[in-house]
């Protein structure tokens, strides 16, 4: 098969070619999901497959989430591996209760005898304007439901690897897909030979000695930025992309708070009852002793997602991150 | 430029007369429930299959009565009871062939029984002492489902996947009147008339949704109504009359497997009993209404269909009961043991791989577990 795509290519084209890829290594896996076929997605995400594979395989869905996720567990249940396309983050609550009590606790409650191994695409996040209902970040509700894999990749090269992965896994994953990464490209080549690993394992992207900034998906290149910024402070600053929110990385979190003994964890989600809560709380469990000051959040404010025109006042940027870093010298300084 | 004028542009030719697509008559139900038993149509019934029905609403009532004693004695932490309903119950079984899928609700252990699973296991759930007590696979039932209609999207979601690798493969999904009115129930339905998916849906409207009365519940003509709005035939058949049950749902299975799409099937029937043994029906519903209904018995209409054919006589009936007591029995023998549980399962299947973060969990409790032990030495 040849794979013509730009040099580098964007994040989309990447979770494309991991689909087109994914498929014809395995006929089980099915993409359903609204605008998926003749339109290739409304992000493109699936762009050429219909083509390809037939409708059979990619298949235009009823515009109803819970339908869709729905059908899709009893394809599950007859050994297909579906992947579902939730156009938009808040546009996939319809199908939380199939989610919840259904795809995550199948396993469970057949005592192994019924894998979903369904993936789930959820295009999330903020930072593209977009109108009500189309910005949400929704990882807290997935983290909170056990059965279910939530990851996020922030690089071109991860959403290939671990959209893979989690296709290929024998659980649900919730693959939340960063909207405003769609487009950033990287020096990912398609053409080379492409590395798939479990999913579960933090990376640290940026090393630093001053302190760990903890985040995943959208907030990566943010917090990459900062740690740019943060050398004219006097500040080295380690970031830790988590790219799975459940299982959690904690060997790689840990060690890295424990070298530079600060931490400030990132992310968009509302803070109250968000991902930084837990994160913080285990990294105090681990690293209570190296720490020299308070895990602080830098998160999205507690509201419901702003409308565009004033959505950059909530999301988390470099200057509220490295504000927080600044916080993080109290200890030292008194 | 007006509005009107743009639209004008938009369209320089008047669009095509809108023609229906489908003529809705042949899909819309019969204004009666389909009857077999006590009319002409009894004649053409088989009599082994009517004698197996019969043996088999003998056996389902008195499961269910055993299920309900087991209640009683706290052998189970709830029962919701089909009896009044055993008809659709024991017909949605048997119409199935082996290779077929039932997938019911959490009222419907009488049809997974019926359909060959362990008497026992098909209680596992309402005893406590797992979700699911069988592997799905072994009879092709799905596990007993207790969110309201939420199984109907995984029948059609199978009978599509199935059609695609080639199988003639046909879902059965049941659902209880108060599940119609559930956005699970609208969108299984669309999907599979879209699809054209082999899957029958059987509604048995036994009347309440808990207390809540079908008027209450739906304002449509009747729940067999709601198929023609989906493009797919709606059936009304009296849900007591096993006979009628069986051919209707047969007849809408052998469409589904030649390619026909879904049919939708309202079961016209009576709950007895209470919602579960936790619930008061007295609240709700009169004597009167319920001593109506049970002159409507399935198994006394089966019986008296049998009896006047001279089909079946009184050893007949005896040997149909006899067999049932023998199944209450053994199940009675079985539910008062108490079950050995392992509570290291709680781990075992979260995760095809259990997670870092459940290896340390599953570490702390064979250390409380361990420490039992040695307490208890």
Same mark, same amino acid.
């Given at each position: 098969?040849?794979?013509?795509?730009?040099?580098?290519?964007?994040?989309?084209?990447?979770?494309?070619?991991?689909?087109?890829?994914?498929?014809?290594?395995?006929?089980?896996?099915?993409?359903?999901?609204?605008?998926?076929?003749?339109?290739?997605?409304?992000?493109?995400?699936?762009?050429?497959?219909?083509?390809?594979?037939?409708?059979?395989?990619?298949?235009?869905?009823?515009?109803?989430?819970?339908?869709?996720?729905?059908?899709?567990?009893?394809?599950?249940?007859?050994?297909?591996?579906?992947?579902?396309?939730?156009?938009?983050?808040?546009?996939?609550?319809?199908?939380?209760?199939?989610?919840?009590?259904?795809?995550?606790?199948?396993?469970?409650?057949?005592?192994? *005898?019924?894998?979903?191994?369904?993936?789930?695409?959820?295009?999330?996040?903020?930072? &593209?304007?977009?109108?009500?209902?189309?910005?949400?970040?929704?990882?807290?509700?997935?983290?909170?439901?056990?059965?279910?894999?939530?990851?996020?990749?922030?690089?071109?090269?991860?959403?290939?690897?671990?959209?893979?992965?989690? &296709?290929?896994?024998?659980?649900?994953?919730?693959?939340?897909?960063?909207?405003?990464?769609?487009?950033?490209?990287?020096?990912?080549?398609?053409?080379?030979?492409?590395?798939?690993?479990?999913?579960?394992?933090?990376?640290?992207?940026?090393?630093?000695?001053?302190?760990?900034? &903890?985040?995943?998906?959208?907030?990566?290149?943010?917090?990459?930025?900062?740690?740019?910024?943060?050398?004219?402070?006097?500040?080295?600053?380690?970031?830790?992309?988590?790219?799975?929110?459940?299982?959690?990385?904690?060997?790689?979190?840990?060690?890295?708070?424990?070298?530079?003994?600060?931490?400030?964890?990132?992310?968009?989600?509302?803070?109250?009852?968000?991902?930084?809560?837990? &994160?913080?709380?285990?990294?105090?469990?681990?690293?209570?002793?190296?720490?020299?000051?308070?895990?602080?959040?830098?998160?999205?404010?507690?509201?419901?997602?702003?409308?565009?025109?004033?959505?950059?006042?909530?999301?988390?940027?470099?200057?509220?991150?490295?504000?927080?870093?600044?916080?993080?010298?109290?200890? *030292?300084?008194? | 430029?007006?509005?009107?004028?743009?639209?004008?542009?938009?369209?320089?030719?008047?669009?095509?007369?809108?023609?229906?697509?489908?003529?809705?008559?042949?899909?819309?139900?019969?204004?009666?429930?389909?009857?077999?038993?006590?009319?002409?149509?009894?004649?053409?019934?088989?009599?082994?299959?009517?004698?197996?029905?019969?043996?088999?609403?003998?056996?389902?009532?008195?499961?269910?009565?055993?299920?309900?004693?087991?209640?009683?004695?706290?052998?189970?932490?709830?029962?919701? /009871?089909?009896?009044?309903?055993?008809?659709?119950?024991?017909?949605?079984?048997?119409?199935?062939?082996?290779?077929?899928?039932?997938?019911?609700?959490?009222?419907?252990?009488?049809?997974?029984? #019926?359909?060959?699973?362990?008497?026992?296991?098909?209680?596992?759930? !309402?005893?406590?002492?797992?979700?699911?007590?069988?592997?799905?696979?072994? @009879?092709?039932?799905?596990?007993?489902?207790?969110?309201?209609?939420?199984?109907?999207?995984?029948?059609?979601?199978?009978?599509?996947?199935?059609?695609?690798?080639?199988?003639?493969?046909?879902?059965?999904?049941?659902?209880?009147?108060?599940?119609? /009115?559930?956005?699970?129930?609208?969108? #299984? !339905?669309?999907?599979?008339?879209?699809?054209?998916?082999?899957?029958?849906?059987?509604?048995?409207?036994?009347?309440?949704?808990?207390?809540?009365?079908?008027?209450?519940?739906?304002?449509?003509?009747?729940?067999?109504?709601?198929?023609?709005?989906?493009?797919?035939?709606?059936?009304?058949?009296?849900?007591?009359?096993?006979?009628?049950?069986?051919?209707?749902?047969?007849?809408?299975?052998?469409?589904?497997?030649?390619?026909?799409?879904?049919?939708?099937?309202?079961?016209?029937?009576?709950?007895?009993?209470?919602?579960?043994?936790?619930?008061?029906?007295?609240?709700?519903?009169?004597? /009167?209404?319920?001593?109506?209904?049970?002159?409507?018995?399935?198994?006394?209409?089966?019986? @008296?269909?049998?009896?006047?054919?001279?089909?079946?006589?009184?050893?007949?009936?005896?040997?149909?009961?006899?067999?049932?007591?023998?199944?209450?029995?053994?199940?009675?023998?079985?539910?008062?043991?108490?079950?050995?549980?392992?509570?290291?399962?709680?781990?075992? @299947?979260?995760?095809?791989?259990?997670?870092?973060?459940?290896?340390?969990?599953?570490?702390?409790?064979?250390?409380?577990? #361990?420490?039992?032990?040695?307490?208890?030495?």
């Amino acid at each position: 098969m040849t794979t013509v795509a730009l040099k580098p290519a964007t994040m989309a084209q990447a979770l494309t070619r991991a689909l087109r890829d994914a498929m014809t290594a395995d006929p089980a896996v099915h993409v359903m999901g609204e605008d998926v076929g003749t339109l290739g997605g409304v992000f493109r995400v699936t762009d050429g497959l219909a083509e390809q594979f037939g409708e059979d395989r990619v298949t235009d869905t009823p515009l109803a989430e819970a339908g869709i996720l729905g059908t899709a567990v009893g394809m599950a249940m007859y050994g297909l591996r579906p992947v579902v396309e939730m156009q938009f983050d808040a546009f996939a609550y319809p199908a939380f209760e199939q989610l919840i009590s259904h795809v995550a606790r199948m396993r469970n409650r057949t005592r192994g *005898a019924m894998p979903m191994p369904i993936t789930i695409r959820v295009p999330y996040g903020g930072g &593209i304007g977009g109108v009500e209902h189309h910005s949400d970040s929704s990882e807290a509700y997935y983290m909170a439901t056990p059965g279910l894999h939530v990851v996020t990749p922030a690089t071109v090269a991860d959403a290939y690897g671990l959209l893979r992965a989690s &296709i290929a896994s024998d659980d649900p994953v919730v693959f939340l897909e960063p909207k405003r990464l769609y487009w950033s490209k990287d020096t990912w080549n398609p053409d080379d030979p492409q590395t798939v690993e479990p999913i579960g394992r933090a990376v640290v992207r940026r090393p630093g000695r001053s302190a760990t900034l &903890i985040t995943y998906g959208p907030s990566v290149p943010v917090c990459l930025e900062a740690a740019e910024a943060g050398l004219a402070e006097g500040w080295d600053l380690e970031v830790v992309d988590l790219r799975s929110l459940v299982p959690f990385d904690d060997e790689t979190v840990a060690a890295s708070v424990r070298r530079t003994g600060r931490a400030v964890v990132v992310h968009e989600s509302g803070g109250y009852g968000g991902p930084g809560g837990e &994160i913080a709380a285990r990294v105090t469990e681990r690293c209570f002793h190296h720490l020299e000051a308070p895990v602080l959040r830098v998160a999205g404010f507690d509201i419901p997602y702003p409308p565009p025109m004033l959505e950059r006042h909530h999301l988390p940027g470099v200057d509220r991150i490295l504000d927080a870093v600044g916080r993080l010298q109290w200890e *030292a300084e008194s | 430029m007006t509005v009107m004028e743009q639209r004008g542009a938009y369209h320089p030719t008047p669009p095509p007369a809108w023609q229906p697509r489908t003529d809705p008559a042949p899909l819309l139900p019969d204004a009666l429930p389909y009857r077999v038993l006590g009319t002409d149509a009894a004649a053409g019934a088989d009599p082994a299959l009517l004698r197996r029905l019969y043996a088999e609403l003998v056996r389902g009532r008195r499961y269910n009565a055993q299920a309900t004693a087991l209640t009683k004695q706290g052998r189970l932490a709830v029962y919701p /009871s089909s009896t009044g309903q055993e008809a659709c119950e024991v017909a949605a079984a048997l119409v199935l062939e082996e290779r077929d899928w039932l997938f019911p609700s959490y009222r419907d252990t009488l049809a997974a029984v #019926a359909r060959g699973l362990d008497p026992v296991q098909a209680l596992t759930l !309402l005893r406590g002492d797992w979700h699911t007590g069988y592997d799905p696979h072994e @009879h092709r039932i799905a596990p007993l489902c207790t969110p309201l209609a939420t199984q109907l999207p995984h029948a059609v979601g199978l009978a599509h996947a199935a059609r695609l690798k080639g199988d003639d493969v046909v879902a059965l999904a049941m659902v209880g009147d108060g599940g119609t /009115s559930e956005g699970d129930f609208h969108e #299984a !339905l669309n999907f599979a008339a879209v699809w054209q998916a082999p899957v029958v849906f059987l509604v048995q409207n036994n009347g309440f949704a808990i207390s809540v009365p079908l008027a209450k519940q739906t304002a449509a003509p009747s729940l067999a109504h709601k198929a023609v709005g989906y493009g797919m035939p709606g059936r009304l058949v009296d849900g007591n009359d096993a006979a009628a049950v069986h051919q209707v749902l047969s007849e809408a299975v052998a469409h589904a497997r030649a390619g026909g799409g879904p049919t939708l099937i309202e079961a016209v029937t009576y709950r007895i009993d209470a919602h579960t043994n936790a619930d008061d029906a007295t609240r709700y519903r009169g004597d /009167s209404e319920v001593e109506t209904w049970r002159a409507h018995d399935p198994i006394a209409l089966l019986e @008296h269909e049998l009896t006047e054919r001279g089909l079946i006589d009184e050893d007949g009936i005896q040997a149909a009961r006899d067999a049932a007591e023998v199944m209450a029995a053994e199940l009675r023998e079985h539910m008062n043991q108490d079950p050995v549980l392992d509570p290291m399962d709680l781990f075992a @299947h979260v995760y095809a791989e259990p997670t870092p973060q459940l290896r340390e969990q599953e570490a702390l409790l064979r250390a409380e577990l #361990a420490a039992e032990q040695e307490g208890a030495h």
